[in-house]
């Protein structure tokens, strides 16, 4: 009765975790926020809300991705896009990796999209956009100019002279205008080989007498287009400021406690989604006043506003700031790093397994550039990680043997100082000690294996180098879950199951191999232990089935590997297999004799 009791409620407990997982992720971090208005005034301006069209919601429904989600605001992005693009003489943008134009209205750059990545997995779907004009709905841009007292200062209504473009690495573009007072204002725009916008900020002071001015750089966008903001994967503001990284505050956060500064010296600033990044970089040597706030109906702004300069008659002073606009791929943050700019590669959020996740990533990328398919490469990845184990999962079954054979000898000890706790604790380590017996060498492949299953989800779900990275048939995109659903028949039949019971093919393969694994097991059981067994792999394929089928991949290559590990292992042991064997019958054996009894006593 016990054991069935016992069972019941590793069942139950079992339910309760499969059921709460799901309840949690959706209880903490919904599809859908909300962020009420908030009024902010300043001198750099008032964020122009979005109109909302007919038929949509206010409440942003956020993706994995990002993006907008609702129909209605998708249909208006697009004809408020063709409205946009249309109006004033907008200079075009065509770099090796970003494309779009600024717009000399508020010296703008609101247009810009990724030549080298996709919208979706589909081939044309068309580039990511990532900056969109002010005002519609998937509103993103920077924007560069001065703040003072006593001065005419350009603002968002100034039309700019361009001169040069379009944009490209060879081929900057300059904005200048005059405010008819003896100042002139220029915007020097440069782009690189990558996502980099260099702005160089200059006044010239021709008046007669000095005047104080205060150069700055923003980005402005909506949180209607961020990606999810989950425990592992942080989207919304950042920066870096004082030598470290600060993932926060949130939307809601800024929503709720208002504007919040960046204290210490910035280094960078801005917004990040789990695959974009939209940042500022402020002129080295230079101290900025950095801080994040609302500006009411979903929008956000990172400012970063430099210190007052006074420029005397006759002089001009320039600031320089960078502009990070693309994708967060590790080679190019790192490069920017090793360029000054401190702990670029650190916004992606690799979290606490960064020493093993960056390592596992580099092999990844390079295991793709020999075999060109992301998937076989995640497999040759397990092979190596198995293979690199081996030894260790050797010298686990060797202890798991000498544990058997001293097994009557530590009977013995436990029989004679049965009444003597300490005395027998001592006589059993001495005997571990003379047989060179490790009883704790089994746990430690799995503790090895834990620490790099973290690491390559993280690796998974934020490298974009993953990102719509097909395998074989029907696995299009290994960052994303495996979309041949059961429920759904594999997709035939219009929709997508919810959470935990989206059950796909590879997540029954990791059932089934997790099974035949826990079968194999070498250490002996006891009927409970094995009942449970029994049925924790079924619990897993529920609690994996939703995340990347490339983890699942992993997974399933490593019980394969597990599997022919250990049957090769055996028949280096035999002992060993003939040992848990009998003693497995024997169990077996009981729990029948028990169950025999417990019959004729119901009956």
């Known amino acids: 009765m016990d054991n069935q009791r016992n069972l019941l409620l590793a069942v139950v407990l079992s339910g309760l975790l499969i059921l709460g997982w799901d309840f949690a992720m959706r209880y903490f971090y919904p599809d859908a926020s909300t962020a009420p208005q908030v009024e902010q005034v300043d001198q750099l301006g008032q964020g122009q809300a979005p109109a909302q069209p007919e038929g949509s919601t206010s409440q942003a429904k956020h993706t994995r991705e990002g993006g907008l989600t609702d129909p209605a605001l998708i249909a208006e ?140 750089a923003l980005i402005n966008r909506t949180n209607r287009t961020a990606s999810l903001d989950t425990w592992n994967v942080h989207s919304g503001p950042i920066a870096d400021a004082d030598g470290a990284v600060q993932f926060g505050p949130n939307y809601d956060d800024l929503v709720d406690d208002g504007a919040q500064p960046i204290e210490g010296s910035t280094d960078w600033i801005g917004f990040t989604d789990i695959y974009w990044l939209s940042a500022l970089i402020p002129q080295d040597g230079q101290q900025v006043d950095a801080d994040f706030r609302p500006l009411g109906d979903e929008l956000f702004r990172a400012d970063a506003i430099y210190q007052p300069v006074t420029i005397a008659d006759g002089k001009q002073v320039t600031r320089t700031t960078r502009l990070f606009a693309g994708a967060k791929e590790s080679n190019v943050l790192r490069a920017y790093e090793a360029q000054g700019i401190d702990n670029f590669g650190k916004s992606i959020d690799w979290g606490w397994f960064e020493i093993i996740a960056w390592p596992i ?12 398919n992301f998937g076989v490469a995640i497999i040759l990845l397990t092979v190596i990680v198995r293979g690199a184990m081996f030894p260790i999962a050797q010298k686990q079954f060797a202890s798991m043997a000498a544990m058997r054979a001293v097994q009557p000898k530590m009977k013995a000890i436990q029989e004679r100082y049965k009444d003597d706790k300490q005395k027998q604790q ?139 590990q250990q049957s090769y292992l055996y028949s280096k042991h035999p002992q060993l297999r003939a040992a848990t064997e009998k003693q497995k019958a024997d169990q077996a054996m009981v729990a029948a004799r028990d169950k025999a009894r417990e019959d004729k006593s119901k009956g």
């Open 77 to 216: 992005e697009q004809k408020d896009l063709d409205v946009a693009l249309a109006e004033g003489k907008r200079v075009k943008i065509d770099a090796a990796e970003v494309a779009g134009s600024i717009n000399p209205i508020g010296a703008m750059v609101d247009d810009l999209v990724l030549k080298t990545h996709r919208q979706t997995v589909k081939k044309d779907s068309g580039p990511v956009r990532l900056f969109s004009p002010q005002g519609t709905p998937a509103q993103h841009f920077a924007q560069f100019g001065w703040i003072g007292e006593g001065v005419k200062l350009p603002d968002q209504r100034t039309v700019w002279t361009a001169s040069g473009g379009p944009l490209s690495e060879d081929n900057p573009v300059t904005l200048s205008w005059a405010n008819g007072e003896g100042q002139h204002f220029t915007i020097k725009l440069s782009v690189d080989d990558h996502y980099m916008i260099t702005a160089e900020q200059t006044v010239a002071n021709t008046s007669g007498g000095p005047i104080v001015v205060q150069p700055f």
């Open 361 to 372: 990533w580099w092999l990844l990328t390079h295991l793709f550039k020999l075999v060109g």
């Open 426 to 564: 001592q006589e059993v380590m001495k005997l571990y000690k003379d047989e060179g017996v490790n009883p704790l060498a089994g746990c430690l492949p799995l503790l090895l294996q834990i620490p790099i299953f973290f690491a390559l989800y993280k690796t998974l779900i934020l490298a974009i180098d993953m990102r719509h990275q097909p395998f074989i048939l029907w696995i299009k995109d290994l960052s994303a879950p495996d979309p041949a659903k059961i429920l759904n028949l594999f997709g035939f039949l219009p929709f997508d199951p919810p959470g935990f019971l989206g059950i796909g093919v590879l997540a029954v393969l990791l059932g089934i191999t997790m099974w035949a694994t826990f079968r194999l097991n070498p250490t002996a059981m006891d009927p409970v232990q094995q009942q449970i067994f029994q049925f924790m792999p079924w619990v897993l394929m529920f609690v994996m089935a939703p995340f990347a089928a490339g983890l699942l991949i992993y997974w399933v290559t490593s019980n394969l590997l597990t599997l022919a």
